[in-house]
């Protein structure tokens, strides 16, 4: 097995996203598109020689291929180790798991997460760094800046290791370790969550369903809530990993999950259903005749933690990303803790995690995460239901109800435009960004402008900025207007509106969330002309 250069010119379009590099499959195999990248993320690290390298992706078409070039060239450049799950397969927070727990170097994430798969689906990489989370903006602005330049990057002649095999294999001078994939993370929820508890829950009758969208949680839900907790068998549905998803969307939302939802609202179905996506990031909950939004999930999460033994002590503060609903503020300030509002991507969690300064954070786009990985991570956010579930001995309807008697409900919705005109949707932004200034006093249907911005960050730990991170309008009774690009697309841009209005603890709670925002969705259409402008008669997706 010998090292070698080989030449090669860049592609202009390895520009990293929201989370990474996601391109359709056609694009990724193009020649020597996949190894330039990678080559380009070794080149902007310094340090890793003999060190550990973390390698698995959600097991979607072209996995395999990607995870074979990566530890040929990982070894050429000099990685003394790489730990790959068995099957290519690491669900994204497990991912992150182990490179804390073995102290990696870092490791790579091969995954589109929610969009689809195959050979004509979308493909992904991503790098994360020491701390298990995704690399942040200064390194992933210096892979594209590599990326432009590159001229050769190094491989090894040597032949695909079995990714079948449990055990050591050597490339070069490099070491492959083949482990499995859920071991360390079903040890890692046991040490968080009163399993106990969990499976007495389970005993006394209790059905939940869990849709593994024939994506990455399968394995993972099938050992923990089928095995170790008692459920029954059937609980975890679509529970095996497949190359395309069986031709599905892995979005765990209303509209993937329909049937699941529908199921809930029925006297028959089962007490609980959750759904991951297709690298085991996002979830979803529902409880019987109640979806939670993912932003009252968050909320609800951060105010009954402590009800599990990883956080019986409390938590230390509350992360969202700035689109994400204000209904975890309420929690923060009751709490006495910090909060923060960071810009779109859990990239910019991970300072504030490291610091210690906040617990749980999440994302309007059914994310839920907390410090112990640097990943949002779904059947996290799964068993944290299941053990305050099983704590309060009440039903998710009773919690969530009790919870807005509390601290007030923060009715939220978000409208997505996808596969717009670019250079519409760009203008579009440019426009109203242009007129933002122009709007604090103004009354609109009724409603005062408080605020407009392009929200900028403050990383308050590396001190750090991020510009341009999507237009806020806030009005004088809390109600939020937020538009921004999104940074994941494959085809066009994709429009995000999001819409959040707050009733106060004494207020109604039992409105339609669409017609109690119908005012707010009437203002932005006024201001942003979404419709008008891209001829749209409504959107795409609605959460
Ligand atoms: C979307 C979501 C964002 C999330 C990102 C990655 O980004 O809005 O909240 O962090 O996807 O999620 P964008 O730029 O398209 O709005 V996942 O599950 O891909 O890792
Ligand atoms: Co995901």
Known sequence: ????????????????????????????????YVENYLQAIFDSLDGFAGETLVIGGDGRFYNDVAIQKA???????????????QGGLLSTPAASNLIRKYKAFGGLVLSASHNPGGPDGDFGIKYNIGNGGPAPEKITDAVFAR??????????????????????????????????????????????????????LFASGFRMTFDAMHAITGPYAKVIIEGQLGASAGTVVNGVPSPTFNDGHPDPNLVYCKDMHDLLMTPEGPDFGAASDGDGDRNLIIGKNRFVTPSDSLALLAANAHLAPGYKSGIAGIARSMPTSAAADRVAEKLGIEMHETPTGWKFFGNLLDAGRVTICGEESAGTGSNHVREKDGL??????????????????????????????????????????????NALVDDLRGRLPTLPGQ??????????????????????????????????DGSRIVLRLSGTGTVGATLRLYLERYEAADGRHDLDTQLALEPLIGIAEQLAGVKARTGRIEPSVIT
């Open 1 to 32: 097995m010998t090292v070698q250069t080989i030449e090669t010119t860049p592609y202009a379009d390895q520009k990293p996203g929201t989370s990474g590099l996601r391109k359709r499959v056609p694009v990724f195999s193009q020649p020597n």
């Open 71 to 85: 530890i040929r060239i990982a070894s050429a450049n000099g990685f003394g180790r790489v730990l790959v799950g």
């Open 147 to 200: 990326s432009q330049v590159i001229e050769s990057y190094k491989t090894i002649d040597s032949p695909d290791i079995d990714l079948g095999a449990l055990g050591r294999q050597q490339v070069g001078e490099m070491m492959v370790e083949v482990i499995d994939p859920v071991a360390d993370y079903a040890e890692l929820m046991q040490a968080l969550f009163d399993f106990d508890a969990i499976r007495a």
């Open 380 to 425: 996290w956010a799964v068993l944290l239901w299941l053990n305050i579930l099983a704590a309060r001995r009440q039903g998710v309807d009773e919690i969530v109800r009790q919870h807005w008697a509390t601290y007030g409900r923060n009715y939220y919705t978000r409208h997505d435009y996808e596969e717009v005109d670019a250079a519409i949707a």
């Open 443 to 476: 009354v609109l249907n009724g409603l005062e402008v408080a605020y407009a911005d392009d929200f900028t960050y403050h990383d308050p730990v590396d001190g750090s900025t991020s510009a341009k991170q999507g237009i806020r309008i806030g009005f004088a």
